[in-house]
T-cell receptor, first 112, second 110 residues
Framework: DAGVTQSPTHLIKTRGQQVTLRCSPKSGHDTVSWYQQALGQGPQFIFQYYEEEERQRGNFPDRFSGHQFPNYSSELNVNALLLGDSALYLC???????????FGPGTRLTVL | SQQGEEDPQALSIQEGENATMNCSYKTSINNLQWYRQNSGRGLVHLILIRSNEREKHSGRLRVTLDTSKKSSSLLITASRAADTASYFCATANTGNQFYFGTGTSLTVIP
């Protein structure tokens, strides 16, 4: 049984570019949450998707958007990249009947 | 801002000793969970304690929760070098939105 998977592992972009990160949830999970973790900090909640809708959103600008597909996989899109967007982006999956979120290995984004 | 705050920020102990780290939070919670992270990789779930529970055990881990003080502690007994990692507490509200603290960096010296 595959856990949460994310792609790509690493990514390097330049300021102003756009990026798309992908996540496949753990089998049986229908909810996907995205987090941003800056170096030396704890993860910060970006948003959560359930039934292809954004269910909750943290304090992130509209440059951060997402999507969930019918197979429950999800994408995180970031437009007009800033240097401060450099971080580890973590995806977590869960289901409504469980309280635990299971995390993927993350995508390390570097913005130059 | 992040709701949880771990204390201490860094902890260094000898193998075999116990490690205790604390977490404080600000608002009411549905549950509190502890995660481990090795070298900037994904987070591994350790243990969940619900708001109506006071103590929970899992192997060498013991977690306590004091909702009146809005605090939790994680005790790792008989530590091993493999326990070296960053440890985060995450509080969950009724919408299961997680708030993480800044973490405790634990180093276990062989």
């Amino acid at each position: 049984d595959a856990g949460v998977t994310q792609s790509p592992t690493h990514l390097i972009k330049t300021r102003g570019q756009q990026v798309t990160l992908r996540c496949s949830p753990k089998s049986g999970h229908d909810t996907v949450s995205w987090y941003q973790q800056a170096l030396g900090q704890g993860p910060q909640f970006i948003f959560q998707y359930y039934e292809e809708e954004e269910r909750q959103r943290g304090n992130f600008p509209d440059r951060f958007s997402g999507h969930q597909f019918p197979n429950y996989s999800s994408e995180l899109n970031v437009n007009a990249l800033l240097l401060g967007d450099s971080a580890l982006y973590l995806c977590a999956s869960s289901s409504l009947d469980t309280d635990t979120q299971y995390f993927g290995p993350g995508t390390r984004l570097t913005v130059l | 801002s992040q709701q949880g705050e771990e204390d201490p920020q860094a902890l260094s102990i000898q193998e075999g000793e116990n490690a205790t780290m604390n977490c404080s939070y600000k608002t009411s919670i549905n549950n509190l969970q502890w995660y481990r992270q090795n070298s900037g990789r994904g987070l591994v779930h350790l243990i969940l304690i619900r708001s109506n529970e006071r103590e929970k055990h899992s192997g060498r881990l013991r977690v306590t929760l004091d909702t009146s003080k809005k605090s939790s502690s994680l005790l790792i007994t008989a530590s091993r070098a493999a326990d070296t990692a960053s440890y985060f507490c995450a509080t969950a509200n009724t919408g299961n939105q997680f708030y993480f603290g800044t973490g405790t960096s634990l180093t276990v010296i062989p």
